[in-house]
């Protein structure tokens, strides 16, 4: 069992960029999270897959968010035109399937908008 | 039911007990846990227990279920420098979306 993996740790952008997170969960967990955390606050729900079908996802977000996991294995997130509000970070989790109950996170990608 | 909420700051000495309060509203909780995440770190799960339970106990943590009041707790015992980080307390009706509360930094004076 390695952990949830999550790829860069670190990211500086200007802003109207697009950014791409990865991130691999543990190995067989059929579910995958994406949360976001801004300082000072706790995880805020973005969106989870079970499997390749994403099945929730925050009713907050805006068509600039996106997340996809083709093969049910590895998922990435993408914020296309990016502001300064979206500085933040961004942590994933997995999970087996929901009758199990508990999460877990990876270490998070931070992410800075200049 | 997404509104969890913990104090801000706890201090203890080292050796002594620690216990982290939070308070939620929705009734509908099913699970609800305890993480803890170091500076710059991401969230390790610490403890959980199922709306049915009273109290779980693990090693030095013991958590206790008030479903009436809507009041979860963690308890430390014997708290270690180690300890010193942001507690957040979250719950889920469904197991898929989480609601977390803000978090207590925890601070353990040597």
């Known amino acids: 069992d390695t952990g949830v993996s999550q790829d860069p740790r670190h990211k500086i952008t200007k802003r109207g960029q697009n950014v791409t997170f990865r991130c691999d969960p543990i190995?067989?967990?059929?579910?995958l999270y994406w949360y976001r955390q801004t300082l000072g606050q706790g995880p805020e729900f973005l969106t989870y897959?079970?499997?390749?079908?994403?099945?929730?996802k925050s009713r907050l977000l805006s068509d600039r968010f996106s997340a996809e996991r083709p093969k049910g294995s590895f998922s990435t997130w993408e914020i296309q035109r990016t502001e300064q509000g979206d500085s933040a970070m961004y942590l994933c989790?997995?999970?087996?399937?929901?009758?199990?109950?508990?999460?877990?996170f990876g270490e998070g990608s931070w992410l800075t908008v200049v | 039911g997404e509104d969890v909420e913990q104090s801000l700051f706890l201090s203890v000495r080292e050796g002594d007990s620690s216990v982290i309060n939070c308070t939620y509203t929705d009734s509908s909780s099913t699970y609800l846990y305890w993480y803890k995440q170091e500076p710059g770190a991401g969230l390790q799960l610490l403890t959980y227990i199922f709306s049915n339970m009273d109290m779980k106990q693990d090693q030095r943590l013991t958590v206790l279920l008030n479903k009436k009041d809507k009041h979860l707790s963690l308890r430390i015992a014997d708290t270690q420098t180690g300890d010193s980080a942001i507690y957040f307390c979250a719950e889920s009706e469904t197991g898929n979306q989480f609601y977390f509360g803000t978090g207590t930094s925890l601070t353990v004076i040597p």
């Open positions: 989790a997995s999970s087996r399937d929901r009758g199990h109950g508990t999460i877990y």
């Open positions: 897959f079970q499997n390749e079908a994403q099945l929730e």
């Open positions: 190995s067989e967990h059929n579910r």
